[in-house]
T-cell receptor
C-alpha cells in the first residue's frame, strides 16, 4: 500500500480481555516496528521484525505482550488480559534499508 | 544505555521568528543516526530531518536545519521563519548502527506553539 496502515484506529476494551492490533506495512518494506506512546510522551520501542524474524523484543513490557509477522508482511501485536495501564497509542512503522521510517496513524487503545 | 534528552517541555514562538529545539544524546557507539519528527495534534509522525554521526556537514531540509555538535553530543533542531502550521510536538530520536536500521529511541518531546 501507499502508507503504513493500522487497524483498528480506535479500540475500547474491558479489562481482562485480549486485543489484537494489526499493522500492514508499506509493500516491500523489510523491517517493521512496534512502538507504544503514552499521552504527552515520546514513542517507546516495543519490538521489531526483519521479514518474519523477530529481531528484538526487549521493549515488550511483560509476557502479556506478543507480536508476530508470520509471512514477513502484516504484523499483529497481541495484548492478553489487558490492564488499564496498557491504555496508549500503539504505533507501527516500517522501513526498507536506509530509506527511513514511515509511521502509521496508530491504534488508540483504551482499557476500561 | 543510550539516552535522548529534550529539556524543553514547551515553548512559545512568534510567527516568522526562528526557534531552536534542544536535544542531547548519550551513547558510546561511534555509529548512530539522529532524527527529528513532528507530531501535530492530528497524531501523525512526520519525518523532518536526519543526521548521521559520520556526516561532515549539518543536515538541512528547507526551513529545518540540524545543529550537530558531536563533541557536546547535541543535535538541536532549528526552524527558521516559523509558521502557524509549525505548532506541534517535536521529537528527537536516535538509532544505533544506522546501517542495520534497528529501533529508534525517542526523547520526551517539546511542544511548540506558534503565535501570530
Amino acid at each position: 500500500g501507499a502508507g503504513v496502515s493500522q487497524s483498528p484506529r480506535y479500540k475500547v476494551t474491558k479489562r481482562g480481555q485480549d486485543v489484537a492490533l494489526r499493522c500492514d506495512p508499506i509493500s516491500g518494506h523489510v523491517s517493521l516496528y512496534w512502538y507504544r506512546q503514552a499521552l504527552g510522551q515520546g514513542p517507546e520501542f516495543l519490538t521489531y521484525f526483519n521479514y518474519e524474524a523477530q529481531q528484538d523484543k526487549s521493549g515488550l513490557p511483560n509476557d502479556r505482550f506478543s507480536a508476530e509477522r508470520p509471512e514477513g508482511s502484516i504484523s499483529t501485536l497481541t495484548i492478553q488480559r489487558t490492564e488499564q495501564r496498557d491504555s496508549a497509542m500503539y504505533r507501527c512503522a516500517s522501513s526498507f534499508a536506509g530509506t527511513g521510517y514511515t509511521f502509521g496513524s496508530g491504534t488508540r487503545l483504551t482499557v476500561v | 544505555a543510550q539516552k535522548i534528552t529534550q529539556t524543553q517541555p514547551g515553548m512559545f514562538v512568534q510567527e516568522k521568528e526562528a526557534v531552536t529545539l534542544d536535544c542531547t544524546y548519550d551513547t558510546s557507539d561511534p555509529s548512530y543516526g539522529l532524527f527529528w519528527y513532528k507530531q501535530p495534534s492530528s497524531g501523525e509522525m512526520i519525518f523532518l530531518i536526519y543526521q548521521g554521526s559520520y556526516d561532515q556537514q549539518n543536515a538541512t531540509e528547507g526551513r529545518y536545519s540540524l545543529n550537530f555538535q558531536k563533541a557536546r553530543k547535541s543535535a538541536n533542531l532549528v526552524i527558521s521563519a516559523s509558521q502557524l502550521g509549525d505548532s506541534a510536538m517535536y521529537f528527537c530520536a536516535m538509532i544505533l548502527s544506522p546501517e542495520s536500521w534497528g529501533k529508534l529511541q525517542f526523547g520526551a518531546g517539546t511542544q511548540v506553539v506558534v503565535t501570530p
